[in-house]
């Protein structure tokens, strides 16, 4: 059953270029945040409503119908403990917290990760936060992306921040370094869903869920390009598997990334840099949002952390040396 919170966390109709689409399908399509399987767990528990009734997934739609989702709390939730770990706010008001995230911070306990997390964090910085889903966490960086995400301080914030994802009015950006040399930008529109034998992964499936990434090169070395990526929409691991996918998978990704490229006659200390970096060469560069109380227009950056920055350092120092 839902909650008895009288707002619920979002609640919009289903547009009319839904029409004749599978319930689930449409769903998908505004709650882009959630994995299909979930909101159909969500439709069967009754947290998530359709016109005030819960239609079987297959249901195909006819437009206009009202959906309605109180956001369960995870099941785990009331077992994560307040932790004192540092964070770097960048902004704080009533509403929302925007935050900058290092490398290696997990946003949520899970299996391998049963604390030390972002959500740990939040909760001990405000306890207030414990009456929100996961602490007011509404979208997500994988562990070892660095960079800027927004915090929901209420529920009525959590649920329009919600909501402008889905409507993919929320601004993303990210820098990457890709391995191989780019001729030009481009974008990426293809479908991801869990990979049919790893299911830790993603993968680019036909019926998948959408996911769209608009890329441009910043500039090119000698075997690698420096990027920056925008999300249209917002799935597990997109830019990751979406660079993979055109064959320039992200520098130092352990899962979709391939072979380290060593350009011919790199020096001891190039090869040293490369090898030493450790994670997939991702920041979170900036967030653009409309403020959910106020409706200001809003916008902040992240500054490259300091082994992103070496990294480009290392990058461009090789093509100095080997410059004609």
């Known amino acids: 059953m839902p909650p008895s919170r009288s707002e619920p966390d979002f609640d919009a109709p289903i547009p009319d270029d839904y029409t004749g689409q599978r319930l689930d399908r449409a769903l998908a399509a505004l709650l882009p945040d959630y994995s299909r399987s979930r909101l159909q767990a969500w439709l069967a528990e009754g947290a998530l409503t359709v016109d005030g009734e819960t ?11 009202q959906v309605c989702l109180f956001l369960p709390s995870e099941p785990d939730d009331a077992t994560v403990a307040p932790e004192p770990i540092m964070l770097d706010i960048i902004h704080e008001d009533d509403a929302i917290l925007v935050i900058d995230k290092p490398a290696g911070l997990v946003m949520h306990p899970g299996a391998g990760n049963p604390d030390g997390t972002l959500q740990n964090a939040l909760l001990h910085y405000d306890e207030s936060l414990a009456a929100l889903p996961r602490a007011g966490i509404v979208h997500r960086l994988d562990k070892d992306t660095s ?5 929901a301080k209420t529920f009525a914030a959590h649920k329009q921040l919600v909501a402008d994802l889905a409507e993919r009015t929320i601004k993303r950006q990210y820098e990457a370094v890709a391995v191989g040399v780019m001729t030009a930008g481009g974008h990426v529109d293809a479908p991801l869903d869990r990979h049919p034998v790893d299911r830790k992964r993603m993968a680019v499936r036909d019926f998948g869920r959408e996911a769209v990434t608009h890329y441009r090169v910043i500039h090119r070395y000698r075997a690698h390009t420096h990027v ?4 249209e929409t917002g799935r597990t ?8 996918h055109i064959r320039y998978p992200l520098l130092g990704d352990p899962v979709y990334g391939r072979r380290l490229a060593l350009p011919r006659d790199s020096s001891d200390a190039f090869i040293a840099a490369l090898r030493g970096f450790r994670r997939q060469a991702l920041h979170a560069r900036t967030l653009g949002l409309t403020h959910p109380v106020t409706g200001e227009d809003m916008q902040w950056q992240s500054p490259r952390p300091a082994d992103f920055e070496a990294l480009l350092a290392a990058l461009a120092e090789d093509a100095r040396a080997h410059a004609p």
């Open 55 to 65: 239609p079987a997934a297959k249901t195909k739609v006819a437009g206009g119908e």
């Open 147 to 151: 960079g800027i995400l927004v915090v």
């Open 228 to 231: 920056c990526c925008e999300l």
């Open 237 to 244: 691991h997109q830019i990751r598997v979406h660079l993979a």
